[in-house]
């Protein structure tokens, strides 16, 4: 028996417990939420990594489909030889799609591919979601990207180790005007300290609900669709009509 990967299977019935207890229309988890951070080569991340069909998700499939919710988890998934650091969003019709890590942070250079899924949105009963994972907040155009698509919520699942990114989401989600889902890790790992501090940021840079940095738990609030809408700030400023393509680099 392979002892890393029963506890990936116990994670995930973990997270099946979570999901099923919680009334929410979208519940988000952290990144690589099955298998933990540290992973030490990738032979021992192949053992442990899913395909994104995988059986093993048939009962998050069903408890989205049954009670209507949507849910967003990291997991390591395997496609052939490759291995990437991938995010799975399974909407309210059991319909699962796979984001996979555009910028990889640190030692996960050594262990995955670089993602090849680029960025897209979906619907979630009425409200188009799209999903980064954990580092690549950094890179502001990963956050206008999917904003510019049409998001109204950013789902961000992390592992975060730094401690910029909780901030800084606030300037990511006033300058777009989306919400942003932070599910990040707490406690320890052999070389790492996850900041916690998980976070629902409103598109006014607004802390709508904050998990702290100790303990697990879920936290939920309302998010009012009209905001994310609209990207005016005020009678004279919208702030996707006003940019100057024009004078832009990038
Ligand atoms: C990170 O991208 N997990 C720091």
Redesign the pocket.
């Known amino acids: 028996m392979n002892i890393a990967f029963e506890n990936t299977k116990k994670n995930l019935k973990r997270i099946e417990k979570f999901y099923e207890k919680t009334k929410t229309d979208i519940l988000v988890f952290p ?1 690589l939420s099955l298998s933990g ?1 540290e992973i030490e080569n990738r032979r021992t991340l192949k053992e442990i990594s899913f395909e994104k069909k995988n059986k093993e998700f048939k009962n998050l499939l069903r408890i989205s489909r049954d009670m209507n919710k949507a849910i967003v988890f990291g997991f390591s998934e395997r496609e052939g030889n490759k291995l990437f650091n991938s995010s799975m969003l399974i909407d309210e019709r059991g319909r699962s799609f796979v984001y996979r ?1 555009s ?4 030692n ?1 250079k050594r262990l995955f591919d670089k993602g090849d899924t680029g960025f897209f949105t979906n619907r979630v009963k009425g409200a188009k979601v799209g999903m980064m ?4 907040w950094f890179f502001p155009e990963a956050m206008r990207t999917i904003s510019l698509m049409g998001a109204d919520i950013v789902a961000h699942p ?5 401690p910029y990114c909780q901030d800084a989401m606030k300037t990511r989600c006033l300058e777009n005007r989306v919400f942003a889902v932070t599910a990040n890790r707490i406690g320890e790992e052999e070389n790492y300290k996850f900041t916690g501090g998980s976070r629902i940021t409103g598109v006014n840079g607004d802390i709508l609900a904050d998990s702290g940095k100790k303990n697990e738990c879920i936290k939920t609030c309302f998010i009012d669709l009209k905001k994310s809408r609209s990207k005016k700030i005020n009678k004279e400023n919208d702030l996707f009509k006003d940019r100057r393509r024009e004078l832009y680099v990038l």
């Open positions: 990144e951070y890590k910028h990889l942070f640190f996960e994972i954990c580092f690549d992390s592992n975060l180790v730094m």
